[in-house]
């Protein structure tokens, strides 16, 4: 079974280290988002410190949100750091299926370190599974596949778990898969909420080495914040200034109650 709050409860104990090499667009709130629920973000993108601060860090997040051929470099300097350190590595596929340079970053990074966990919507998790789809810039486009099947497919050819994030949340390591219900509309009407939840995973890889539970208790975690906030806003303006509260006041009690987390037979 698995235990939301107690992992969420690490994270405000051990207070987690996670490096970003991320998005520009988003990067304040991925920022605030690590902080909000009790880890320390830091946000170093030059390749001459990328390794230390790996070195210095409980786990490192990669976002191809906003590319260029050098800041691939960077992350892959950094992920050979996190690797020996032995620390989790999430790859936020942010726009694959759009252009081919974010399509050949991915791969590259999958073919030249080892990335622990990749997340993305679901036309750019059929990307990095082979699928030839096309990505709408970096949201969603429909995706007539079996995209547990692909998922599963996906882990188990990369040795990783895969999130894919949407209406419901599907997690795998090609064994083990949950189903995540939590969110609310309102989150799509929000730029970077896709970023901070790479972040939110990263945070909770931190504390858990079962990445896959790790991966649904952190989206379960994040993704009740985010009702919670919907609950009391107007519109996405007063969603995001509520959900950063609501993330920083959820306690145990109620993510235990509000977790919807599916374990598949």
């Known amino acids: 079974m698995l235990k939301i709050s107690e992992l969420m409860g690490r994270i405000r104990e051990q207070n987690p280290v996670v490096h970003h090499l991320t998005n520009w667009v988003t990067i304040y709130d991925c920022a605030n988002v690590v902080k909000v629920f009790g880890g320390s973000p830091v946000m170093a993108h030059a390749k001459e410190e990328v390794a230390e601060m790996a070195r210095l860090a409980s786990a490192l997040v990669l976002n191809i949100g906003t590319l260029a051929p050098d800041f691939v470099e960077a992350m892959k300097i950094a992920a050979v750091a996190a690797n020996k350190k032995g620390i989790p590595v999430v790859l936020?596929?942010?726009?694959?299926?759009?252009?081919r340079l974010r399509d050949d970053a991915c791969?590259?990074?999958?073919?030249?370190?080892?990335?622990?966990?990749?997340?993305?919507?679901?036309?750019?998790?059929?990307?990095?599974?082979g699928e030839n789809v096309h990505t709408r810039g970096v949201d969603a486009a429909e995706?007539?596949?079996?995209m547990i099947y692909l998922a599963?497919?996906?882990?188990?050819?990369?040795?990783?778990?895969?999130?894919?994030?949407?209406?419901?949340?599907?997690?795998?390591?090609?064994?083990?898969?949950?189903?995540?219900n939590n969110g609310h509309p309102m989150m799509a009407d929000v730029v970077g909420t896709g970023c901070m939840a790479a972040s939110v995973i990263g945070m909770f890889c931190a504390v858990e080495?079962?990445?896959?539970?790790?991966?649904?208790?952190?989206?379960a975690c994040y993704e009740a914040a985010?009702?919670?906030?919907?609950?009391?806003?107007?519109g996405p303006g007063t969603f995001k200034e509520n959900f950063f509260d609501a993330a920083y006041n959820l306690d145990k009690a109620t993510v235990d109650k509000m977790a919807k987390i599916v374990l598949l037979e």
């Open 107 to 129: 791969f590259d990074l999958l073919h030249s370190v080892k990335i622990d966990v990749i997340k993305g919507n679901r036309s750019e998790i059929a990307r990095i599974a």
């Open 226 to 234: 985010a009702e919670m906030a919907a609950a009391a806003s107007r």
């Open 209 to 219: 080495k079962d990445h896959v539970a790790a991966c649904a208790c952190g989206l």
């Open 143 to 146: 995706v007539d596949r079996d």
């Open 152 to 180: 599963k497919k996906l882990s188990a050819e990369r040795e990783c778990s895969t999130v894919i994030t949407g209406k419901e949340d599907v997690v795998t390591n090609g064994i083990k898969t949950y189903l995540v």
């Open 92 to 99: 936020d596929a942010c726009g694959a299926g759009a252009t």
